[in-house]
């Protein structure tokens, strides 16, 4: 670097926009205007080594220029980057973005003097735009006089700013001057080291210090440093040494301290770090130490605590090598690790696991059993006699391997309960799994534990929470499971139904086998249609058909009206429900399998019930340590109808002698009148059957749904048409077919019926025939109703009646022979709730006749049908008056 240059009197000018070159700078910039290259190509590459150029910063055109000569269109300008280290050509060299100023441009009055160090040219393909790369060097201020053009690019006329010699020997004795110049290469000195320790290189930046002028090393310095531009501006017009060095040691220790912030935060990052590194060792150390004390008892960590409940937990071998091998993965993790918490969750799930843990069973009393169950439940005969049979097998093999029970049967008619009653027999533990809406196959099987938010499935989870290996689990509502994308839950269950198979049941998410053998398992289903054949085939279904109405009268009496009252805080002494009543409630309110609808009503009773008695004020809560107040008081007070303020109850009186002591003078009766007040209108009514055949072309069918047997009208009416068969009920298309047949059968036998003339060819000539299924809401499918709907048309036809009191099912064939169908049993207890005195079944059906209950079939007259002459024969008043002159 030269101590001083010669500049000549003009020199061309390379506009820098929003950027200072500061003498002793090194900057790299690419030139793609043709004002730029014009210029360098010029001054600079043709005359290469003498050429020198001045480097003017430009303002915006908001802002407000010293020296504002104006430029006109045209005049280019060039961004630059200035170098990161000084003497160093930075890589990258920025742009001239080669914009036309179409504002007023405003120039500073002050430059630097710039030489070529390195030129290259290139040519863009394919617009052959020729572009040059500079490297320039700033050598010293000068003051710019006048501007002008040549050609595309800006001249300048100029002077030197620099001292003389003399001058500068002058300055350097004076002693403000010495202490600056002190101060500033001090504070550089300490800038210099910093950097050096923290990227570790030598010490040739400091030589700078000692070779280097101290007025260039204040610009070199500067030079270095991300400042504004209005900060390089000031520092570019320093022209006197002493604000030079001022300015310079300003921002050498501003840059200083910034390095210094820095780097204490960095430290303090990296000692938080570390620090979590520091505990883990003290945490080993204190663990060492209290080894040697034998201080482990007293303050055990969490490590600790669940390596011994896992050692007490009884794990076989092979899984107890698997856990120690996650203990000792757990040990060696960070509390702060991704991992951490999963790892030690997944252990005391094993831990807590009953591996060997048994419930001790009873020795089992058959006859206690019996007893239960007949207390539990009323009716289900031979249900109650399946459940003694199981057990006595297990009382003399206990480690039978007996079948999977399934309770199949419509809601409310104790499917729960017996399982419940079953757990208590064997005097094991009880827990009871919803499978209803179950899709996804994790449910059963359990999450791996690769997923985020991992479990274990519904088994293993039931398992952990009953605390034995052996308990009673009830799989509820195993018809509802379905299957998606997900998996299918229901092929999942094969595995944990086959005795053969879950003695090694695997959980995906506890990825070790388990022992599901010791668990007695029950199932509970509706339909058992929906149940996959595979999954049917592992279970011994047992059947709960609907009570029967004096089953429902029973059960009211015995169990539902006592829980009722208990659970309203009521006794027989606020509110009485006479049989009678019962009846009625059961008769008009309720036509269900179950007895859930009838708990239902009876619970409204007794809410009214409670209402009356709230407003009445006797019925006052009270503490357990007050005393009792003497009756003839009470009574007086009553008799007053004076409120009663709170008396005193001795501790040792139960609720019903606190009752007893709140007795109201007269109970709550139940009669017809509150009935219809509390449940409304009768939902029912016995002449509806009566009243709906009333006219020719309808039928009463029976029908099986998953809730059980129901009762279902047919309708057939006829209108002129084109001979077409109109259904109508939402009808699948089973049902449909039936429809289709007994119109066939009957055009076919429309003359040996007398349902047409002999001079009549086609019995649906000009006439249609529409059919419907009342309830149109509710999907009907099957074909048990084909009889029925024959019986219609022949009504309809022959413009007879059917018998309201009587009610058919069954199959019918194209040659006329009715077939056996299913669900015998719900259907004729659906005609006896429904008032119904005869049934018409298929002959082939006589065998399921012995499961329907004694006293149903006393009840009804159960009529059998060979071929469809004689559900005819059975369905109309008087017989069938045309058979005799038919040939049928």
Known sequence: MEESVDLPSRLAILPFRNKVLLPGAIIRIR???????????????????????????????????????????????????????????????????????????????????????????????????????????????????????????????????????????????????????????????????????????????????????????ADIFVASFEISFEEQLAMLDSVDLKVRLSKATELVDRHLQ??????????????????????????????????????????????????????????????????????????????????????RVYLELLADLPWEKTTEEQDLDLKGARERLDSDHYGLVK????????????????????????????????????????????????????????????DIRGHRRTYIGSMPGRLIDGVKRVGVCNPVMLLDEIDKTGSDVRGDPASALLEVLDPEQNKTFNDHYLNVPFDLSKVVFVATANRVQPIPPALLDRMEVIELPGYTYEEKLKIAMRHLIPRVLDQHGLSYEFLKIPEAMVKLVIRRYTREAGVRNLERN???????????????????PLSKDVHQLAPPLLENRLADGAEVEMEVIPMGLNNHEISNAFKIAMPLIVDEAMLEKVLGPPRFDDTEAAERVATPGVSVGLVWTSFGGEVQFVEATEMAGKGELHLTGQLGDVIKESAQIAL?????????????????????????????????????????????MVTALVSLLSQRRVRADTAMTGEISLRGLVLPVGGIKDKILAAHRFGIKRVIIPERNLKDLAEVPATVLTSLEVLFAKRMEDVLEQAFEGGCPWRRHSKI
């Not at 990296?270 to 482990?296: C, H, P, T, V």
């Not at 057990?391 to 809601?411: H, I, N, Q, S, T």
């Not at 007398?754 to 999907?779: K, Q, T, Y």
């Open 31 to 217: 030139c793609t205007s043709p004002s730029s290259v014009k210029l360098v190509e010029q001054e600079l590459w043709q005359r290469e080594e003498k050429g020198l150029i001045g480097i003017l910063p430009v303002r915006d055109a908001t802002e407000t220029a010293s020296v504002s000569p104006s430029l006109p269109q045209g005049a280019g300008n060039d961004a630059a980057e200035r170098s990161s280290k000084t003497h160093v050509v930075t890589p990258e060299a920025h742009k001239l973005d080669g914009k036309n100023l179409q504002e007023v441009t405003y120039w500073h009055n002050r430059g630097v003097a710039a030489r070529a160090l390195h030129l290259s040219r290139g040519v863009e393909k394919p617009s052959g735009r020729v572009t040059y790369i500079v490297v320039l060097e700033g050598l010293c201020r000068f003051n710019v006089q006048d501007l002008s053009t040549r050609g595309t690019y800006y001249t300048a006329r100029i002077a030197p700013l620099d001292m003389t010699k003399a001058e500068m020997e002058q300055v350097e004795q004076d002693p403000e001057f010495v202490t600056l110049s002190r101060q500033f290469k001090a504070t550089a000195m300490e800038l210099i080291t910093l950097l050096e320790q923290k990227q570790k290189t030598g010490g040739r930046t400091k030589v700078l210090l000692e070779t280097v002028p101290v007025q260039k090393l």
């Open 258 to 343: 910034s390095i210094r912030v820095a780097e204490k935060i960095s430290q303090k990052v990296e000692g938080q770090l570390s620090k979590s590194q520091k505990e883990f060792l003290l945490r080993q150390q204190m663990r060492a130490i209290k080894e040697e004390l034998g201080d482990n008892d007293d303050d055990e960590d969490d490590v600790t605590a669940l390596e011994r409940k896992m050692e007490t937990a009884g794990m076989p071998s092979n899984i107890w090598k698997h856990a120690q091998r996650e203990l000792r993965r757990l040990k060696k993790m960070q509390p702060q690790q991704p991992g951490y918490n999963s790892s």
């Open 383 to 442: 249900v109650k006699q399946r459940v003694i049979e199981y057990l006595a097998v297990r009382k003399l093999k206990p480690d039978a391997r007996g079948p999977v029970l399934c309770f199949v049967g419509p809601p409310g008619v104790g499917k729960t309960s017996l399982a419940s009653s079953i757990a208590a027999a064997l005097g094991r533990k009880f827990i009871r799994i919803s499978l209803g809406g179950v899709k996804d196959e994790a």
């Open 602 to 620: 009876l619970a409204a009773l007794a809410r009214a019930a409670a209402v009356r008695v709230a407003e009445q004020g006797q019925a006052v």
């Open 744 to 788: 066939t059968w009957v055009r076919a036998r429309s003359r040996d019926l007398m349902l047409a003339s002999a001079a009549e060819v086609n019995l649906m000539e000009s006439r249609d025939i529409h059919i419907h299924f009342p309830a149109g809401a509710v999907p009907k499918d099957g074909p048990s109703a084909g009889v029925t």
